[in-house]
């Protein structure tokens, strides 16, 4: 990927789960359960942190909240606050089936929870246009996604 600054690398399930670790020592890819604690922090309730909907938190604007603001890194924008410092930007993503999206739409991350037949569980996404924050299951192994490590 050309864009490695600022947008950074995009990782597939390979790298995530490979024993060496994708972080740098003390530092971990979140789980699931981090990801929702972290949702939950930023004002969303339970029931739709559990939810596997399309767009989850869009009244409380939770993605907007993590989108840096202004249309520097995103090609729409109007949701973004920056408010939580989270800092996300519109780095794309790949998916092995369908290609890429244009950077400056999208923003995935994966988590390192599987699933019970050792899927991964999938992801976590924003878009420039929606305040809402995506969780997905069954991502494809060979899709490439970002990675934001979270301190042991």
């Given at each position: 990927l050309s864009y490695n600054y600022p947008y950074g690398k995009w990782y597939n399930w390979y790298a995530i789960s490979d024993a060496r670790g994708v972080c740098p020592t003390?530092?971990?890819?979140?789980?699931?359960?981090?990801?929702?604690?972290?949702?939950i922090a930023l004002g969303m309730n339970q029931i739709e942190v559990d939810d596997y909907a399309d767009w989850r938190g869009e009244n409380e604007n939770i993605g907007g909240s993590m989108k840096t603001a202004g249309s520097i890194y995103w090609l729409t924008n109007e949701t973004g606050t920056n408010e939580s410092g989270f800092s996300a930007i519109g780095?794309?993503?790949?998916?092995?089936?369908?290609?890429?999206?244009?950077?400056?739409?999208?923003?995935t991350w994966w988590?390192?929870?599987?699933?019970?037949?050792?899927?991964?569980?999938?992801?976590?996404?924003?878009?420039?246009?929606?305040?809402?924050?995506?969780?997905?299951?069954?991502?494809?192994?060979?899709?490439?996604?970002?990675?934001?490590?979270?301190?042991?």
């Open positions: 003390g530092w971990h890819v979140p789980t699931d359960d981090e990801w929702k604690q972290l949702e780095s794309s993503n790949g998916n092995c089936e369908l290609g890429s999206w244009e950077v400056g739409i999208i923003c988590t390192s929870t599987t699933l019970q037949d050792g899927n991964p569980t999938g992801t976590r996404a924003l878009i420039g246009d929606s305040g809402g924050i995506n969780r997905y299951g069954g991502s494809a192994k060979c899709s490439a996604n970002s990675v934001r490590c979270v301190r042991d």
